[in-house]
């Protein structure tokens, strides 16, 4: 595989630069596919959350064909839902990972977020499914406005005393699924959601966080320049101490000198 175009460490995170989101989704996968290989060679079961988005195409399509990986030895979480859906809605992200990876790796545990339903139990339930155990691998994207899940910057808190709730969506974010092609219009993205919290998140012991695109240019360099506040949401990872930023040119933007 091409190597980076930049490495750097920005405060604890590490970032690492790639030409394009192909050769990015390639190395992030083949990171993590590793560091699953090492979970699993010293504990029964490996408990991950993925992130459903497009930006995560070329990731997890790499990570659903990386060899050695007992997949019946994996518990799998999603980081959150649109509420309201139909089941057999193709914009539901459980829809997305389950065509995208978990139909494709068949891991012996999946957990999906409902749709439907009281929005107390679902949460309430997959909060309780969350701290059965700790959460060993994240593996997440940053959104436009700099949010982690739905974690938007009105109703971030890195100090959330919940797993998992019910949010408001904000204009900005409502407006990337247009601009990701996974509704028409505005009018029909859905206004709430169910996400796991920040410090959800921020707990688990290794998070991968994949970023291309130049639509996420903004977002980047917030991440990595604003101050650490939930007015850029993303700005946490970089008090994580085991997170990476991969992320490809058109995000990054800047002139890169390897």
Known sequence: MLSPLLTRR???LQVAVFA?????GNHAAAAAAGHLRQCLARQERVRIIFAAAPSQNEFLAALADAEGIDWSRVVAFHMDE???LPPDSAQRFSHYLKEHLFDRVRPGAVHLIPAQGSERQICRRYAGLLGQAPIDM?????GEN????????PVADFQDPE?????ELDPVCRQQQVNDGCFLTLEDVPTHAVTLTIPALMAAGRLFCMVPGRNKHAAVRA??????????????LRT???CTLYTDADAYGEPIHG
């Open 20 to 24: 394009d989101r192909l050769t990015l």
């Open 146 to 153: 700099g949010h982690l899940a739905f974690n938007d910057p």
């Open 138 to 142: 994240v593996c997440l994207g940053v």
């Open 10 to 12: 920005c405060e604890q």
């Open 240 to 242: 994580h101490p085991a």
């Open 223 to 236: 991440m990595l320049e604003q101050p650490i506040s939930v007015a850029c949401p993303a700005t946490v």
């Open 163 to 167: 797993a998992i709730k019910r949010v």
């Open 82 to 84: 649109y509420l309201g």
